[in-house]
């Protein structure tokens, strides 16, 4: 496929998308690496154009460089970001309490800290994420590990045999430093790679999967 023909279906599936107003977005395509420039209205809107760009079949990769322009132009002040920020991440039945700390600056949101799951980690920055007046979030959290190496490698290879759509013979599971997981072996499909992945995920003080597994 061309990067002319490449930039089109692009341009296509960002018209196509309902969360995305295209109006304002570029594509430039050149080998397969695709450029997004421009403007949307919200940080949400960025990362759903992003993810409207990257499942068009030809994209090898996306460089994101568009701007996050709010209604009128107005910005909301960071220390009302800040305020708002740590409300609802104390709210949250996910996160939590006291385990994250916020930091905002020109609207972007700087999240660290420590929590014990993955989950919670990426829980926390979805929150953030639908605030208005937010033009990104860079997540600092760690996750800490609180069980032994050889807890963990049971606990995923038993989350393994009991998920349907994974085959776990094929799997070898290894554990480094308490939450450092690397898979190896082979899956029939990709759906099964998927889940083995969110099966080392769900456990408790993973902290890195390395992906090993071949499609065969």
């Keep these: 496929m061309s990067d002319k023909s490449l930039q089109q279906d692009i341009l296509d599936e960002l018209d196509f998308e309902p969360s995305v107003n295209a109006a304002h977005i570029g594509v430039a395509v050149n080998n397969g690496v695709v450029t997004l420039n421009g403007h949307v209205g919200s940080y949400v809107e960025k990362l759903a154009a992003e993810k409207a760009a990257r499942r068009v079949k030809g994209v090898r990769a996306v460089a994101q460089e568009m701007d996050v322009r709010f209604p009128s132009d107005k910005k909301t002040a960071d220390d009302d970001i800040a305020a708002r920020a740590v ?76 998920h349907a759509e994974v085959e776990a ?8 430093d308490g939450g450092h997981v690397a898979l190896e072996g082979h899956v029939h499909d990709w759906r099964q790679r998927e889940a083995a992945r969110q099966a080392a995920w769900s456990a408790p003080g993973v902290t890195r999967v390395d992906d090993h597994l071949l499609v065969s």
Excluded: F, H, M
């Design 87 to 162: 409300n609802i991440l104390a709210w949250s039945a996910v996160v939590p309490s006291g385990s994250v700390k916020v930091k905002v600056q020109d609207g972007w949101v700087g999240l660290s800290g420590d929590v014990e799951w993955q989950y919670q980690r990426t829980a926390a920055e979805a929150e953030i994420r639908r605030l208005s007046g937010v033009a990104g979030v860079v997540n600092s959290i760690t996750i800490k590990p609180r069980v032994v190496a050889g807890d963990v490698k049971r606990k995923i290879e038993g989350a393994l045999r009991r």
């Design 169 to 176: 013979q094929g799997i070898r599971v290894s554990v480094e």
